[in-house]
């Protein structure tokens, strides 16, 4: 007969580390992938989302004054089959909700978003810097 070892917590097995929960959060946490691009004129932010339509996006400044980008989307799929009279049906959510620091130099009126093709482009325009003009008449005393 040959002796049954019990789970110590001292001693971990393979199979505790592949089936514990810890990881599962991060497994299942999915993320748009986010481009930033940096301009003299604007900072441009790319959200990558397949399928994503614009009713599914919202951006605004939150009271903070940080960006706050969410996408929430429902998809539901249908297929029935009529010969054994089965309904199946699979149910998609995704939410996304993410705030975002903007640099000091950001127009917060200016900020602009757009949705083409899956990406949320949210266009952050800078503050126009006026230049000092260095030529100025000097009066004699």
């Known amino acids: 007969m040959l002796p049954v070892m019990l789970k110590n ?5 393979v199979f505790d580390d592949f089936l514990s ?10 993320a748009p992938a986010v481009n930033v691009k940096e301009d003299a004129d604007a900072y441009t932010m790319e959200v990558a989302a397949p399928g994503l339509k614009k009713e599914f996006c919202r951006v605004n400044i939150n009271d903070e004054g940080n960006l706050s980008v969410a996408i ?3 998809v ?5 089959d009529k010969k054994h009279h089965y309904l199946r049906r699979e149910f998609s959510y995704t ?5 975002y620091t903007l640099p000091t130099d950001v127009d917060r009126e ?8 899956g990406i949320l ?6 503050i126009k810097k006026e230049e000092k003009k260095l030529t100025r008449t000097i009066e004699i005393g």
Request: charged share 30%; proline share 7%; no cysteine.
């Open 76 to 80: 539901e799929n249908k297929e029935e």
């Open 9 to 13: 917590s001292w001693f971990p097995t």
């Open 21 to 30: 929960n810890d990881f599962m959060p991060r497994a299942n946490a999915t």
């Open 110 to 117: 200016g900020i602009s978003a757009k949705v083409e093709d």
């Open 121 to 126: 482009t949210v266009v952050l325009p800078k």
């Open 72 to 74: 929430e989307q429902k």
């Open 95 to 99: 939410n996304y909700r993410q705030n």
